[in-house]
């Protein structure tokens, strides 16, 4: 039995998430989830807090959607904050499971988190957004 994680980043949609639909098709059992990044609450350099209030108030009821399309297919969306790789390795302990669906984001700080991940001996499978597959294809 496969067991795996659906990493649930920026896309947080089910209809169109390219992530989510392979990792449904390539697992017995799937674990959805959202890490809430530490540095939410963290101030820049400058002062500033990292994450707007309008950014966390969007990303609340984008979650919440979420968990109800997710209940809709008879599942839960685990919401959890903290460091990644510590997650997903007591997920692996708990669950068995060490493939890991998510959108690729080509940004610095998800890349040296990705490379973590990888390193750790997860297997993590990517999927690309869907404007970046079509422009692929012209």
């Given at each position: 039995?496969?067991?795996?994680?659906?990493?649930?980043?920026?896309?947080?949609r089910?209809i169109?998430?390219?992530?989510?639909k392979q990792?449904c098709q390539?697992?017995?059992?799937?674990?959805p989830?959202?890490?809430?990044?530490?540095?939410?609450?963290?101030?820049?350099?400058?002062?500033?807090?990292r994450?707007?209030?309008?950014?966390?108030?969007?990303?609340?009821?984008s979650?919440?959607?979420?968990?109800?399309?997710?209940?809709?297919?008879?599942?839960?969306?685990?919401?959890?904050?903290?460091?990644?790789?510590?997650?997903?390795?007591?997920?692996?302990?708990?669950?068995?499971?060490?493939?890991?669906?998510?959108?690729k984001i080509?940004?610095p700080?998800?890349?040296e988190?990705e490379?973590v991940?990888?390193?750790a001996?997860?297997n993590l499978?990517?999927?690309?957004?869907?404007?970046?597959?079509?422009?692929?294809?012209s």
């Open positions: 039995m496969i067991t795996s994680i659906c990493w649930f980043r920026c896309d947080l089910l169109d998430n390219p992530a989510f990792a390539e697992s017995d059992v799937l674990l989830i959202y890490i809430h990044p530490n540095y939410f609450e963290e101030k820049t350099s400058w002062g500033f807090s994450v707007s209030e309008n950014r966390k108030i969007f990303l609340e009821e979650l919440r959607d979420l968990q109800k399309q997710l209940r809709m297919m008879g599942s839960e969306l685990l919401e959890i904050t903290g460091d990644p790789l510590a997650i997903f390795k007591d997920l692996h302990f708990k669950f068995d499971a060490n493939r890991i669906y998510c959108e080509e940004a700080e998800e890349l988190q490379a991940i990888r390193k001996g997860f499978k990517f999927s690309h957004p869907f404007y970046l597959l079509s422009l692929r294809s």
